[in-house]
């Protein structure tokens, strides 16, 4: 008998594959997901002996899915949720198989029983664990390399939108800030192994196989995350491996009885730290004390003090908590998700309906993704396995018509005394700008992102030689990376976004009338629209040929890739102002040529690879892989364009060694590993080695007609290629008394060449245009990883866990392009240490009085410091050195030393312990990071801007120990210098994530007619302590103004029915 | 194994074999990763197209400085105003002449070393180009000629600011040129003839009216040459030059001084070389940046970044043509806005002056937001008066004008005036107070509609005279602080308090009191600030580079 899935899976397909070639349609999109929603898995049994029995698995618990086949024929049958099989079989002398992922299979003749009660073993965990690496799969206890896994279910149901903030603190190897906490740009900056250059940090991001951007992909649909970290992991990438490779492999369908799996949760949203600013009268009083410095006579007067306190007109006397008004609190963040998983022997399938929806500090802002995915992995013939994928979302962002970064800007600069609103709720303005109608009267910016990633691959057993076998895979996606910066796999895919700008009407308060003119507008005069279409494709064909192996004790496993890839971006934009019709439509707009605007432009990339992989391993003990790449890019010049990456790795089990096996037992598996190799990465950008002229836009008027520009590009290079790198690791895999106790460790080298630097200062300032870059810097890169891992089951089934994870990297810049005037001076030399070492004055305190005579003047001897005259209260620097190398007496750019370390951190870490009981689990990430400096540059008034309450503190003659120096109306340019005074420590430990769970006993399950039920309770950012007491620790502008990190806090729900 | 299943592998085979293919040959893969950017142009096809070429030479245009964009103007450098708000470069780095060869910025001032030296490789870059090209011999007299009256004005604002500077005439090419990239300084003088001698040679080649109005002229070439010259004290010569302008008999002096500086006169016979502005597209922001602070219902219309200072208001004459110095001026201290000439209320905005639908007080204590900001708390008037001169409030002021450059007026770089008052001082120091030097003075006296000059000035007399003209007539149009240098007076008049006026009431009647303010006590080093320092980052870069005196 055939069996009917595959029949009709294949008439699917057969359909399926004709709507690709038509065009890859959304009816195709349509049609497989019907397909996997209504597809009931039917099977029809028309023999005489009929057997039932239920597996289990070795832990007691009922297995759904594990299928059951009569040897020797195409029958089957797969367990239900209970576990329970029926089948009928031919014969008494029938031999049924069971066999279920991650459990070794097994056989049992059928005989005169009837009721079969099959217990599984699940296969030794370490052993059997398959690990995906470049271009495959590999186990683990195989591997040679350096690579970290995160479980896809380690990262579902946390309540982040951006799966980059999802990483954080799991694995070692990844260094990483997040800068936002705003929707839609939040994510978070991942460096694998910290900073190796001075170039594109970014790592390569693969999703199934192909480049594309991961961080909007539904949690839910993760089946795990990779980071490829050493020479060897990254070698099959080439020129896009050297800064590590993050691989996100998507759910895959499950051997068993369709599972409907409903996962949900609500939460609220919070900033981490909510910056503090001083009150009215605080803020008042803060500058009369400035004008009492400079002589001035006080800009309020008692009367204004008063009324300041008393809030008895506060229209004319405003107190504002400026920042806590503008925003909302307890905003939501809410996220459901619909999983269909199921499948038998030949085909397996996996749906997934995902939505998402957060909201902003405000209004206006908020985020909704839809993601839906699908994938069947279907077995054509014996030897053919057909696998389709396509993976849709749609993004949809709104924002005020004014940036966060500008609202943030105006926020910080309201003082507390200006009207923000007034008391009948209409916006004021502080120096012609109204921090309360940027938010709500500004109009708005709609971004839509819409993305299709499709793939198709079909691998062929070659029968004529064992082991051999061919795959090809073609992907075609729809804007799977940002198409205003394709470099950049975390940016947000925009491919169609509308602005609305709008006037911003501010009234004021006439209290001789008491009336509420209107008064102006921090607007256009009239509404401006534009529309901006972007829109990418990606074409990526990989074909395949596989071999594995054995001989005897020798296992060969062969791997060649060829791949090619081209993209096509294009860009379109149109913009229209001065509209008196108020509808946001292009042509709606005025219709007078100068109002009337447009833009556009196309870019292309394309790439060619050959990829290959040899790994020989003897007797389980001693393994050797060679692997790399031969890789093409457009960017260079033709006869650069190719490159050879080479790595190679070694590995040695000494746990199956004898002198092991006989005198440690406990020892469950040990083995050392190296690898050495070559990677590169594109660095720059493309095209410098044609010698160019740049068109821009609108460049002069003359004969009052706007002209465009033309100028000159930098001058070419047409040796430029790209970076190298060279890594080395040594590590270390321990798995001790059955795996209580896992342990991996890592010492890493990287050596970065060919660093990519505009040698400008290698001419004079008179050339008057830039060189291309050229490559000639040199840096290294080195650190150590730990990893420990251990847990433990009680016989009254208390489960506790405790994962440990460190990472340490630190750069040297060993060679760059630096001026005779900080490479001369040993304090200010950039070569030899880390990128991004502050550097700025050293500041010494304050002065006090007895540094100056009765006149006010610096007494004899006292450095002169050039920023203007200085008083008690002002920084003092030190007169570090001179022009000969000795203090001067002077502060100059000679006495610039070190001042601090770079803001991304050395050092990151997680302390992930977890308990579970009966129907509880609870798991808690403990993250931090240590060796950063942060650069606190808020100042108050800076800018005409307000102050926040730690600059209440601030030198008098009384308070000389204060935070800040004295007071002034403006901050000096004495004070404002770079220096030591203002790093500061930026370690932190964070509560990452928690989370407290409750699975619904089976018993109460059954009366539901559910499978399964968890509710839960979990955060993300829950806790944070660090030396930064006003702002966030990862604060990402120096002088504060930015969208804060969220803390959030939700409640979840997860229902297999 | 089946035949079905050979056919499939083989098909399987050949797709893998395809892509292979791809790789079988070196050339023809380095080939099959051609892409042709989008966005750019090659030398072959730049220099041999006009219209091409011209978008070149139009971009250079645009490097030309932007006078109508300035929050900060120069004149704030100088004693003519006193920005609004604090945390500008004039007033923490001019104001007290702290700028040392590391921190000297000029913000968006168009003095800045690199920039400069980028605008002039642009200028080398179309004029070697040009110059070796196959376009039209008179295409080529014409726009070469453009280019080098372009660089020869970079040249002029670099000599300005620090004295003799590398000239470079060519594209430097480091590949080729290997270290004669890195120049010394030529001297003041080589530099000086060098501007010189370019505008002498080029001016010929200029049209009387250019085709398109804002690129270069005759007029404009020899105006910038008596310019310079008068900038050398070399008298006689400037003298000449500027005569030979006049004695064009194109360029006249615009009936009304007040509505030159409006959008609605952009077109005129006084304007020599000027910017153009098309709102929204390439527009400027003055009317927003530098305007009155406050107006009607204490709305924020303009950021007041350029505030009189009292010195300035007091150069203005009384309508009688007499300075207020003069006791017979009529001149009274408690009702100083009454009787001045015409130029000072087409200038200033001052104590009851009527802006933007609104009256402007800075008087105190009547709650005015515009009230004098002694301190220093807020972006209202440091000085009690703003800017009116070059201003237009009949658009929208505020936030459209500054976020969108809704300004349409011209930006003068030379006009008219200018030329009469060069030469009215370079022929009273060549040869004295003549006949010509009163025809050229009163010429701009009578269309501000005040009375000649009486005869028979002393050359020291008529100096003085000429000096308090030029500072009027010419206020706010970025030229007072070269003045100040080249006059030899920076050290007197760039080193006091600047003052203020604070107005008090009085049971109704106003009291004027002239008061120092913040921002404007000035400190000027003659011993070294009669130059910039050359950026640090400059000399670090090329040793051959010699700092200026005294850095």
Known sequence: MKNKISQKSTAYFYRLRLSVNSGLSKSFFLLCFIFFLTGSVAFSQNNNLHVTGIVQSDQNVPLSGVSVNIKGSNVGSITDKNGHFSIDVPNTKSTLIFSYVGYTAQTMAVGSKTYFPITLVSANKELGEVVVVGYGTQKKSSLTSSIATIKGQDIAAQPVANLTNSLGGRVAGIIFTQGSGEPGYDGSNILIRGIGTTGNTQPLVIVDGIPRNFTQLDPNTIASVTILKDAAAVAPYGLGGANGVILITTKKGKLGAPTLTYDGYAGWQNPTVQTKFVNAYQYATLFNAADDNEGAPHAYSDYALQKYKDHSEPDLYPDHDVLKELENRNTLITSHDLDLSGGSEKIRYFASLGYLAQQGLWGPTHYNRYNMTSNVEADATKTTKVNVSINGRVEDQNFPGVSAAN?????????????????????????????????????????????????????????????????????????????????????????????????????AYDSATNTYPLVGNDGPAKPQYSEEYLQSQAFTYQGYLNYHNHFGKSDI?????????????????????????????????????????????????????????????????????????????????????????????AGWRLSEEKFIKDNAPWITSLKIRGSIGQSGALAGSPFQYLSSYSVAGNASVLGYTATQGLTESSQANPNITWERAKKKDIGLDANLWDGLLTAEFDYFYEKRSDMLFAPTVTVPAEYGIGLSQVNSGIMSNHGFEATLGSSHRFSNGLRVGLDLNYTFARNKLLQVFETAATFDNPNRRITGRPLNTQ??????????????????????????????????????????????????????????????????????????????????????????????????????????????????????????????????????????????????????????????????????????????????????????????????????????????????????????? | MNQKNIKKSCLYLMAVLIVIGNFSCKKSLDASLNVIPGNSLTNASVWTSTSTADVFLNTIYGYLPDGNNEYDPFDNWSDNSICGYSWVVSRTEAQQAIYTPATLNFDQLPYTWSTLYTNI???????????SSALDTSYKRLRVAEARFLRAFFYQELWMAYGGVPIITNPLDISTQGDSVFRARNTSDETFQFIDSELGAIAADLPITAAESGRATMGAALTLKGWVELFDHQFAASAATNMQVINMGVYSLFPDFGSLFLPANNVNNEEIFWREYIPNVLGGRCDSYDGPTFTAGGAETSWGGVNPTQELVDDYDMDNGKPISDPTSGYNPQMPYVNREPRFYESIVYDGSYWYNDTIYTRQGIGSPNEIDLSDHDDATQTGYYLRKGLNDKITLGADNWNNGTSAQNYYYFRYADVLLNYAEAQNEAVGPDASVYNAINQIRERAQIPDLPPGLSQDSMRTDIRRERRVELAFEGKRYWDLIRWGIAGTNLNQELHGIAITVNNGVLHYTPVTTPGGDHKFDVSKNYLFPIPQSAIDQNKNLTQNPGY
Not at chain 1, 849 to 859: H, I, K, M, T, Y
Not at chain 1, 1000 to 1012: F, G, I, K
């Open chain 1, 839 to 1057: 550097f700025g004055y050293k500041a010494l305190g304050y002065y006090t009085s007895a540094d100056f005579d009765a006149n006010g003047n610096l007494l004899p001897g006292e450095p002169v410091q050039p920023w203007g005259t200085v008083h008690p209260g002002d920084i003092k620097y030190a007169d570090v050195s001179g022009p000969n190398g000795k203090p001067d007496g002077q502060i100059t750019p000679d006495d610039i030393v070190p001042i601090g370390k770079p803001y991304t951190p050395e050092i990151i870490y997680g302390i992930s312990p977890s308990v579970s009981y009966k129907g509880f689990d609870f798991t808690l990430l403990f993250q931090g990071a240590a060796n950063r400096d942060f650069y606190d540059g808020v100042y108050p008034f800076d800018n005409s801007s307000s102050a926040t309450i730690d600059e209440l503190n601030y030198w008098t003659p009384t308070n000389l120990h204060a935070e800040n120096p004295r007071i002034t109306t403006q901050p000096t340019s004495n004070n404002t210098q770079t220096s030591s005074w203002w790093i500061r420590n930026g370690s932190y430990l964070r509560l990452k994530t928690g989370q407290l769970g409750y699975t619904v006993p089976e018993a109460m399950m059954r009366n539901l007619h559910l499978q399964s039920m968890r509710i839960y309770v979990s955060g993300q950012n829950i806790l944070t302590w660090s030396h930064i007491k006003n702002f966030d620790p990862e604060v990402s502008a120096s002088n504060g103004e930015y969208y804060p990190q969220q803390k959030v806090v939700s409640v979840g729900l997860n229902v297999t029915f």
């Open chain 2, 121 to 131: 490789r642009a200028c080398n870059v179309f004029i070697t180009n040009v110059s």
């Open chain 1, 557 to 649: 496993t062969g791997l060649i890739v060829l791949e090619e890839r081209d993209t096509k971006t294009s860009v379109f934009g149109a913009g229209r102002v001065n509209y008196n019709i108020d509808v946001p439509e292009l042509n709606n707009g005025s219709a007078n040529s100068t109002d009337i605007s447009n833009y556009g432009y196309s870019l292309e990339t394309k790439q060619k690879s050959a990829v290959y992989r040899l790994a020989y391993s003897y007797d389980g003990k001693y393994y050797l892989e060679a692997s790399g790449r031969y890789d093409g890019n457009y960017y260079f010049a033709p006869g650069h364009r190719f490159g050879f990456f080479p790595a190679f790795s």
């Open chain 1, 407 to 507: 609202i943030f800007y105006q926020a910080f600069r309201t003082p507390p005394n200006a009207p923000l609103t007034f008391s009948n709720g209409l916006p004021g303005s502080y120096i012609g700008r109204s921090a309360a109608g940027n938010i709500d009267e500004s109009g708005y910016t709609h971004n839509i992102g819409n993305t299709l990633l499709n793939q198709i691959s079909i691998e062929q057993q070659l029968p004529f030689i064992k082991g051999l076998s061919v795959k090809a895979l073609a992907s075609y996606d729809y804007n799977p990376f940002s198409a205003t910066d394709p470099t950049d796999p975390t940016q947000p895919i925009i491919t169609f976004s509308r602005t609305w700008l709008t006037p911003i009407y501010f009234y």
